[in-house]
């Protein structure tokens, strides 16, 4: 499935790594440890190293992401409001910690430094949706919505909610 | 040269040279971390900062070369709070069990807090907590001990070429592990040990089988015997501070013996006998068209990687067990025969110079129907650990010799813990079997020194045997590229593992003295040079060996017991 992207580089030039990383994850979302080892070899670069680049960088994730991607704000206005709590109530619900994905791959939760939307703190978006001036209470209603969807929506125009 | 002054001290240094470098020629001593001589600096602990004059913030001098007029000091108050900030840092994220650790008295960074007078816990925070891997048959990681100097990391990508473990993750989650912290026993690491020798904390360390011995020598039922790899008698005195190189094979016997084992051998034995075997392999591979260049295969660090990464190479290995095995098989075969002793009571313990032996005594092929030819492994550290802990005083112990028949060696098996080693030893046999002459001069001096690859022609009868001697793994590469596209002109290929061979071996004392691995081979090569005999073909016990047992080398016999087989595990 991406060995055409190996062509697109010379083999064993190691510059070449976090490039080939790149484009191998916008196949999967992930970089599959087949794949890693298979970059190594092209590359020549030792399993270790690859996988040390990988986890060295945020953008690169070893594990698939789920259908819809949690993202809490945890910057200094969301802060203030208490998202901490937020992140908490979500980490409870789907009984994962942030940066993983549920068993059944439906949702993935990660924390954000700030999305940029300090007016409406604390925020949290999934997917493409912004969720603001959320308190505890709302945080099940809104996995519900998405539990039931099966696609991550891909609107064009990014949906706000107030809760 | 450049002219630059480091404390008041007027200093003549090379162009190139760091300021850590022409300190040192001074007796100026810069304490490092990261550092490793000879590979490209890495500047990563600063530690070894100092200042410079005109310069705004403090230099490291392990990566900082000298210009001319510069003005060094490397001893003001700025310069020690510095240094003292980071050990204090590394000791806080550090565990505090000093007294139960296999390093304490021989850690650096113990050795640093001393040096900066550490007195107190000035920081607390967070600490670090990691799972120890023991996974290896022959090592185990405690990434909680690691400082993240990087030596490890660097000797195992720079220095051998395997690259089984890196840095992972980020900031205060990085740590030193294998892909996906699965394990060494599923990475490329071969065990060689390496990084053990490099590490300055007890982060690396053996896998220690010492309570296995103990317990094998307070069993009644079991027939304990002791045997010594060529490369420990030069290493052990440095445990108790003796110069580098001293020769301790006497007092080592002795305190063998008050440990309580009942025969003390002597691996050089079965080194000759490995010389009888591979020597007569490799001259059957001439003669009749086998698989050449044939590759040694007395380490099984090599042996291991060659299985791992070039299985297409394996039919080039010689078949013979490693000494230490062949020694063990001849244990419980011929010699349990010949006094009367069943065979699964006798306990084989070796004392190695090395890590990878553990793994390789643990490989179900190296046995007797099922009883594993040698039953323990210890390194030369573990064995003086033992001696401490049973009370033996090794600098007044007096002299005394191994047990024979399986004690007997010549100067050609001496010669098998040091880089060439093995060629040597088997040319000198080979050129007899081929010739029916000896050779004139024994010392083959194109195969001894520790440049990376050696090689040599030898004329024997009108037949040029061409012969490579690889000194590290990290070398060997181009030499298999050859062999698997048809192209080497070698006959027989020496492959060692680490560099400088087993007397610089993973399981060796563990210091950073200069020279270490020169003043060791000195002392090999002057044990063979006493020798009166020099050639495994010379050894009467070997000989008496074949005739009452193996009738001729490769026979039948010997192969079912002396030889052994590998597997791909690509």
Known sequence: MHNHIFEKYPAKDKSQLIPL???????????????LQEIADYVGLPLSRVYGVATFYNQFRLTPLGENIIRVCRG????????????????SALKIKAGETTRDRKFTIEIVACIGACSIAPVMTVNDDYHGRLTVKDVPTILKKYQTTTKPKASAEPEVKLA | MVQLTINNIKVNAEAGMTILDAAKSVGISIPTLCHLKNLFPSGACRICSVEVEGM???????????????????????????RKTIVELLVENHPQDCLICVRNKNCELQNLSEQYGLREHRYSG????????????????????????????RVCHEVQHIGAIDFTNRGFNTIVTTPYNKGLNISDCILCGQC??????????????????????????????VQVAPA???????????????DVTGQMVTGLRRLGFKKVFDTNFSADLTIMEEATELIHRIQNGGSLPMFTSCCPGWVKYAEHNRPEILPHISTCKSPHEMEGAVLKTYYAKKMGLKPEDIYVVSVMPCTVKKYESARGELAEQTMADVDAVITTRELVRFFKMAGIDFDDLPQD???NPLGESTGAAAIFGTSGGVMEAALRTAYFKISGKELDNLDLEAVR????????????????????????????????????????????????????????????PIHQKQDKVVKRMKALYQIDANMKLRKSHDNESVKTLYKEFFIEPNSHKAHEILHTEYFDRK
């Open chain 2, 449 to 508: 020194g520790l440049d990376n690859v050696k090689e040599a022609s030898i004329d024997i009868n009108g037949l040029t045997v061409n012969i490579a001697v690889v000194n590290g793994i990290g070398n060997v590469g181009p030499i298999l590229d050859d062999v698997a596209a048809g192209k080497s002109k070698y006959h027989f290929i020496e492959v060692m593992t680490c560099p400088g061979r087993c007397i610089n071996g993973g399981g060796q």
């Open chain 2, 401 to 403: 010799s191994f047990d």
């Open chain 2, 232 to 246: 420990v008698r030069a290493t052990l005195g440095e445990e108790y501070n003796m110069p580098l190189g001293t």
């Open chain 2, 196 to 225: 053990i020798l490099v590490c300055p904390t007890a982060a690396l360390r053996e896998k220690s089988a010492l309570k296995d011995v103990a317990n094998a020598l307070k069993n009644k039922n079991k027939y304990t015997i």
């Open chain 2, 126 to 153: 967070e600490s670090k907590e990691h799972a120890i891997d023991v996974s290896s048959a022959s090592m185990e990681r405690d990434p909680a001990k690691c400082i993240l100097c990087g030596r490890c990391v």
């Open chain 2, 56 to 82: 705004r913030g403090l230099i490291p001098s392990c990566a900082y070369p000298v210009n001319e007029g510069m003005v060094v000091e490397t001893n003001t108050p700025r310069v020690r709070s510095a």
């Open chain 1, 76 to 91: 200094t206005a969301c802060h203030v409001k208490n998202s901490a709590n937020i992140l908490y109530a979500l980490e």
């Open chain 1, 21 to 35: 990383l790149q484009d191998v994850q916008a196949i999967y979302g992930y970089l599959p440890e087949l794949a």
